[in-house]
């Protein structure tokens, strides 16, 4: 993937942010959000931002696919795109949804590009802070322009993160409980994958642990951790590939060190 396209995609979810998503922040209609299945919110500027997403970058890389949440609620089979002979874009429009229909933050634009070798490119923008975090494969990752230089290792009493239970099987959540005690601190997160992956390379938490791992929501995250230095995996220590399968369990760390201290106290 080459520069140019790199900030193109970048101009792209902030143009998209500004023109779609941030014009309908705080002013939504009850009308204008529903539920895709219990608990589970939508509202009309996920999918506008979907749209406007979708037609910008298919403009940017012609013969390419893409793979959105939404869209998917629409078609469970647009998840098979994924692995295919096409580029394929991974997009999450509005990451953070029941944060941006309450009027509250974070919430993220979240894009992944996906191609023969696996993840190529990643964008994650918060339009409230306006901070932007993307990664190309073998470039490094960034925050704002500026190169993320891997963590030092810290002790497990300093290690600090999230492990979101709310999705969490009873027997893996009894663990979470068990072993929290063994770090620094463990948050339920702030309901925005985005934000965590963006928080995690920033040095402001080192860990990350979820159980739901839609690709939409974790695509993006994992090459910008991996480019800065640390580790995604399956809860059993696979690397974490994407794939039309998106399986359950991830996590992720700011080094190996970190990610065995965190599996050792939570999820061993």
Same mark, same amino acid.
């Given at each position: 993937?080459?520069? /140019?396209?790199?900030? /193109?995609?970048?101009?792209?979810?902030?143009?998209?942010?500004?023109?779609?998503?941030?014009?309908?922040? /705080?002013?939504?209609?009850?009308?204008?959000?529903?539920?895709?299945?219990?608990?589970?919110? %939508?509202?009309? !500027?996920?999918?506008?931002?979907?749209?406007?997403?979708?037609?910008?970058?298919?403009? =940017?890389?012609?013969?390419?696919?893409? *793979?959105?949440?939404?869209?998917?609620?629409?078609?469970?089979? @647009?998840? !098979?795109?994924?692995?295919?002979?096409?580029?394929?874009?991974?997009?999450?429009?509005? #990451?953070?949804?029941?944060?941006?229909?309450?009027?509250?933050?974070?919430?993220?634009?979240? *894009?992944? =590009?996906?191609?023969?070798?696996?993840?190529?490119?990643?964008?994650?923008?918060?339009?409230?802070?306006?901070?932007?975090?993307?990664? %190309?494969?073998?470039?490094? !990752?960034? =925050?704002?322009?500026?190169?993320?230089?891997?963590?030092?290792?810290?002790?497990?009493?300093?290690?600090?993160?999230?492990?979101?239970?709310?999705?969490?099987?009873?027997?893996?959540?009894?663990? @979470? $409980?068990?072993? $929290? #005690?063994?770090?620094?601190?463990?948050?339920?997160?702030?309901?925005?994958?985005? +934000?965590?992956?963006?928080?995690?390379?920033?040095?402001?938490? /080192?860990?990350?642990?979820? &159980? +739901?791992? &839609?690709? &939409?929501?974790?695509?993006?995250?994992?090459?910008? %951790?991996?480019?800065?230095?640390?580790?995604?995996? +399956?809860?059993?220590?696979?690397?974490?590939?994407?794939?039309?399968?998106?399986?359950?369990?991830?996590?992720?760390?700011?080094?190996?060190?970190? &990610?065995?201290?965190?599996?050792?106290?939570? *999820?061993?």
């Amino acid at each position: 993937m080459d520069a /140019q396209l790199g900030s /193109q995609v970048g101009a792209l979810l902030r143009h998209t942010a500004a023109t779609v998503v941030l014009p309908s922040y /705080q002013h939504l209609q009850a009308s204008e959000i529903s539920e895709k299945g219990p608990g589970d919110l %939508v509202t009309v !500027a996920d999918q506008r931002s979907e749209e406007a997403l979708t037609a910008g970058l298919r403009d =940017l890389l012609p013969g390419s696919v893409v *793979v959105g949440e939404e869209a998917y609620a629409a078609d469970k089979s @647009v998840l !098979a795109r994924i692995g295919g002979p096409e580029p394929t874009w991974i997009v999450d429009p509005i #990451d953070g949804t029941a944060n941006y229909a309450a009027g509250k933050g974070p919430f993220c634009l979240m *894009v992944a =590009l996906v191609d023969a070798k696996g993840l190529a490119g990643a964008w994650i923008y918060d339009p409230i802070d306006d901070l932007m975090g993307y990664a %190309v494969a073998g470039g490094g !990752a960034f =925050l704002d322009d500026v190169r993320v230089e891997p963590a030092a290792p810290l002790p497990a009493e300093r290690l600090r993160g999230v492990a979101a239970a709310t999705y969490y099987p009873a027997n893996l959540r009894a663990r @979470v $409980a068990g072993g $929290a #005690d063994r770090l620094g601190e463990v948050t339920n997160g702030q309901r925005c994958a985005g +934000r965590e992956y963006l928080d995690l390379v920033g040095g402001r938490q /080192q860990f990350a642990m979820s &159980w +739901r791992t &839609w690709p &939409w929501d974790h695509a993006p995250g994992a090459l910008l %951790v991996r480019e800065a230095g640390g580790v995604v995996r +399956r809860l059993d220590g696979a690397e974490y590939v994407v794939a039309a399968d998106p399986g359950e369990g991830l996590l992720a760390a700011i080094d190996d060190q970190t &990610w065995q201290t965190v599996a050792g106290a939570l *999820v061993a």
